[in-house]
């Protein structure tokens, strides 16, 4: 069995032509979510992954084995329900409801502009519908969002991610503009 122990976000620095040729291995979320699984890539090679613990594998998403070689992981269509909201009488807030009530209940979940991806659950199902969303069982890859305190590198859809190359973290950067600076009672902070 081939070990792999490296992990490259997305390919990133690996020419084009290194992707292509590269081996895939088609994972769905319940084993892209571990840190540690086997599988077998697209030219039959057993491969045992081991990464660090707590390390989410994504689609798009490149291990480099022992050897040298890469596999290019893509995330394999699993039943996922998408949700989306009723062109008759609601509006694209009520997807921001439902991220919100799913969210309570840490639920695992793809945000998309226009619909949001959840696992199977027949209760959940029944909760959106109540809330007047449309949800549907589907065959599709599913990307949850890997919550707050996981990576900064943020994902658009369509195999394009970028690190902002910021910080969030407080003083550095542009002060934020105040429209109306007469109503700012800033109690002295600058």
């Not at 599913?142 to 407080?170: C, I, K, L, M, V």
């Amino acid at each position: 069995m081939l070990t792999a122990n490296k992990l490259m976000p997305l390919g990133r620095g690996l020419a084009p032509v290194l992707l292509k040729r590269a081996a895939t291995i088609e994972l769905d979320w319940d084993i892209r979510q571990k840190s540690r699984f086997d599988a077998t890539d697209s030219q039959g090679r057993q491969i045992g992954v081991f990464l660090p613990r707590g390390t989410a594998v994504r689609g798009g998403d490149v291990l480099v084995a022992e050897d040298g070689s890469l596999v290019r992981v893509i995330a394999a269509p699993q039943p996922v329900l998408r949700i989306t909201h009723c062109t008759a009488h609601g509006t694209p807030f009520d997807l921001t409801r439902a991220a919100y009530h799913l969210g309570n209940r840490h639920v695992p979940i793809e945000l998309r502009p226009d619909h949001l991806k959840i696992e199977p659950d027949h209760v959940l199902a029944d909760m959106l519908r109540s809330m007047h969303l449309i949800v549907v069982a589907v065959e599709e890859a599913f990307e949850p969002e890997s919550g707050a305190y996981g990576s900064h590198e943020h994902s658009h859809g369509g195999g394009h991610s970028h690190d902002h190359g910021h910080s969030h973290s407080g003083s550095k950067g542009p002060k934020p503009l105040v429209l109306a600076p007469e109503l700012l009672d800033d109690h002295g902070h600058a």
